[in-house]
Nanobody, 124 residues
Framework: VQLVESGGGLVEPGRSLRLSCATSGVTLEDYAIVWFRQAPGKKREGVACIIARDGSTYYADSVKGRVTIARDNAADAVLLQMASLTPEDTGAYYC??????????????????WGQGTQVTVSS
């Protein structure tokens, strides 16, 4: 199983960014894919999750209404579209996967597989 994040970078406040989590070695229908982020000195925080089999999505309160998680069927990837970014969105963003099809944003330990992360910096 391999997860590879991409799409991070430096962006001004108020702008949008789309992250991608490319997967291999998994059948997306059998997994939950979760995006986490971690700012320096802070705990890893769940951002959004999708259960591919039925399309259920879950979001942290801090991003609800600004972030959309979606499956890219053509690329076996999961996208995280983020809008109206603020400096508080700065951090390393990781995608994770679990075969239990559980979306538990509060518990990174539920997930068996992790990508290497992509850095998002929101600054003027």
């Amino acid at each position: 199983v391999q997860l590879v994040e991409s799409g991070g970078g430096l962006v001004e406040p108020g702008r949008s960014l789309r992250l991608s989590c490319a997967t291999s070695g998994v059948t997306l229908e059998d997994y939950a894919i979760v995006w986490f982020r971690q700012a320096p000195g802070k705990k890893r925080e769940g951002v959004a999750c999708i259960i591919a089999r039925d399309g259920s999505t879950y979001y942290a309160d801090s991003v609800k209404g600004r972030v959309t998680i979606a499956r890219d069927n053509a690329a076996d990837a999961v996208l995280l579209q983020m809008a109206s970014l603020t400096p508080e969105d700065t951090g390393a963003y990781y995608c994770a996967a679990n075969p239990y099809r559980l979306c538990v944003l509060s518990d990174p330990q539920v997930n068996d597989y992790w990508g290497q992360g992509t850095q998002v910096t929101v600054s003027s």
